[in-house]
DNA sequence: TCTGATGTAGAACAGTGTTCATTGACGAAC
DNA sequence: GTTCGTCAATGAACACTGTTCTACATCAGA
């Protein structure tokens, strides 16, 4: 909800528009289209074809305002993170708060297709996605974590949201790449496990239902309890 | 260094060959090719054309072992998974032991080029995967820990290893998507970190250097030891 | 009015994954 | 020894992809 007034970073460049209202398509138009074409049919069938039909233009117009497709979903997945709605800080009840912030990412991202696959390896530096970096630091120092820690850990939870939003959006991909539908992969995969050999795989196989049943919520809340436990040890350890 | 004689997944079918010394090509030297262009060349090069040229055949005659290259970047992944060495389980330091198998598997990942990002988001299905995890499995459980955290963790901790090694074969890459040595990458990052306004980023901005001066090794075991240090927590609690 | 920048359009290039009909080679049965 | 059917490889083709280049409008300022 932001649209807020930072300068943009030096590689975007941006073109001077003519005039207000002159020029037909605009870099904002483009990344508004090309967001409905990910929400619509997914990243993989975001064409730059696709987004220019979308706006009734041809492919190379787009790269009049975009220097290319790279830069094109950067730019989406700033607007993206830009619906990212932060609360007033509370370092008292850092860890609570932390924890929403995750899970309000992880909202924002699995609410557009696949977008999350862009975070992954993408340095964050869309003014969106920094506004959000400073409101988490802000957070942990204010919390009385050391510095270092903090800009570690930063990196460590990007990494995790955007991971397990990235492997959220593809659901239960068939091992295979064609489209199956869920409930015969989940077939294929209980045949697998009933046919693994059990003097080999005692473990795995008394884990049994237990590696299938958990819900994508149960799973992130997991992964986010073991993070924020974690970091809480580390806090503990060097406040003594 | 597997090679172990266990069943297929069904979603394999792989053709039972003619004869033994019959066929020309074989999944296995199409998996070994693929892999060396991977190595070689990188994931994104990788095109069917492109393994079928380092075989001398026809793109097409791939089909006939392999379904799809989603399926073959599988096989490739699993045979990667393979070099991974397992040591002896020793419950007691099962702490060590657990960041000495994350270590192996970033090492032998980051020894084979991009091949990480097939990680992301894969049913971990592969017969040599399955190892890894029955001794990863096997390790927890004998450590104590309660059989959903093992469940829970065993996902947690590929996420993890998958996702930083994929990151850190993309290395510095232009958030423009042109390749840009890492040298003007970095300059371009210093610039926009300065031109800041310090009134709306200021504990992002204190950090400083500490964001970019971490090495890989440090960042990695950073992340290594709040996932066990969190692990540790349940473990701890779950056994009072 | 002329000039130059700002945009848009269309064609083209080199490449992608995949399918299909065709052709060859070989083992087994007659 | 010949036929037959399966296994395997081929080459062409299809429908795409990102990107670039040239040409052509349109409009602001001198």
Redesign the pocket.
């Known amino acids: 909800m932001s649209t807020s007034e930072l300068p943009d970073p030096p590689w975007i460049q941006a073109?001077?528009?003519?005039?207000a209202r002159?020029?037909?398509?605009?870099r904002d138009a483009i990344v508004e289209a090309a967001l409905r074409v990910v929400d619509r049919e997914g990243l993989e069938?975001?064409?730059?074809?696709?987004v220019?039909e979308e706006l009734?233009?041809?492919?190379?117009?787009?790269?009049?305002?975009v220097?290319?497709?790279?830069q094109?979903l950067q730019l989406v997945l700033d607007r993206v993170v830009g619906e990212i709605e932060l609360p007033p800080r509370d370092p008292e009840n850092w860890q609570a708060q932390l924890k929403a912030l995750a899970r309000e990412m992880r909202r924002v991202l699995s609410s557009h297709g696949d977008i999350a696959r862009v975070t992954i390896g993408a340095i964050p530096a869309g003014p969106n996605i920094l506004v959000v970096v400073e409101w988490m630091h802000a957070l942990l120092r204010e919390a009385g974590l050391p510095d270092r820690t903090v800009a570690l850990f930063g990196d460590l939870a990007g990494l995790y949201v955007g991971a397990y939003a990235f492997e959220e959006s593809l659901g239960l991909a068939s091992p295979t790449?064609e489209d199956l539908p869920p409930e015969e992969v989940l077939a294929m995969l209980g045949e697998y496990w009933a046919s693994l050999p059990q003097d080999r795989f005692p473990h795995t196989l008394a884990l049994g239902d237990l590696l299938f049943e958990g819900g994508p919520d149960e799973r992130f809340e997991f992964g986010l309890d073991v993070l924020i436990r974690g970091l809480e040890s580390l806090r503990a350890e060097a406040a003594s």
Do not use: D, E, V
């Open positions: 073109r001077k528009p003519r005039s002159g020029a037909p398509l605009s069938a975001t064409s730059m074809r696709r220019a009734g233009t041809a492919p190379s117009a787009l790269y009049w305002h220097r290319n497709k790279h094109l790449g």
